[in-house]
């Protein structure tokens, strides 16, 4: 593609995506209900993973959660509860593949195909990189690299997000 021509689809996108953003102040796009979805909340016992539960809760969506921490998941989904929302909790350590399979399984088979993910448990080592130790550098790669492939790879969630999105 010669630079003219790249230049001016540059451009081009450019005054389409700010019109379009001008547009969609007037009339904004319809948001998706998310009332009756399934949603797999991972590291749901505490921060984000819990403040997350709990806005899925208030709009009415069916929650299963998972933590390593089992009183800090049962915590979450006692709240989830009040607000009136279907909760399932499991304790769950996401950076072991077995685990997070015969989990999964459990849950397509008792309660039903997740619709949602939300692929958040994660550890923070808050260390420069020469102050933190061997075990800590491995277990950030365990948890927050590896265990999102094998929870959004797991055969048995695989074959649903595929049916729902293509
Ligand atoms: N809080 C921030 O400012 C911030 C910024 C950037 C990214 N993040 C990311 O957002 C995510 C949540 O952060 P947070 O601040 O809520 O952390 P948090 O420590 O408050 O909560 C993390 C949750 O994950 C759970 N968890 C840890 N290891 C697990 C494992 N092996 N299996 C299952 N659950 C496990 C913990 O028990 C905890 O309940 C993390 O992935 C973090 O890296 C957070």
């Known amino acids: ?3 003219f021509v790249g230049l001016l689809l540059f451009f081009g996108t450019l005054v389409f995506s700010y019109l379009e953003a001008f547009v969609k102040l007037f009339v904004p796009v319809k948001r998706k209900s998310v009332s009756g979805e399934l949603v797999l ?3 749901a016992g505490h921060g984000v993973g819990r403040a997350t ?3 899925f809760a208030r709009r ?3 929650l299963v959660l998972w933590d390593i921490n089992k009183h800090g998941v049962e915590d979450t989904a006692a709240e989830c509860e009040r607000l009136g929302a279907t ?3 499991f304790v769950v350590d996401c950076s ?6 015969s989990a999964a399984e459990k849950v397509k088979k008792d309660i039903g195909d997740v619709s949602i993910l939300v692929n958040n448990a994660g550890v923070i080592t808050a260390a420069d990189l020469l102050s933190t130790q061997d075990h800590q550098i491995e277990r950030m790669f365990e948890v927050n690299i590896l265990a999102h492939m094998w929870v959004s ?3 048995t969630f695989v074959f649903t997000f595929l049916w729902e999105h293509f």
């Open 41 to 43: 909340i991972t590291g």
């Open 1 to 3: 593609m010669s630079p």
């Open 60 to 62: 009415g969506s069916r």
């Open 53 to 55: 539960a709990l806005e």
């Open 87 to 89: 909760v399932q909790a």
């Open 153 to 155: 790879a797991t055969p």
């Open 96 to 101: 072991k593949r077995e685990e997070i399979y």
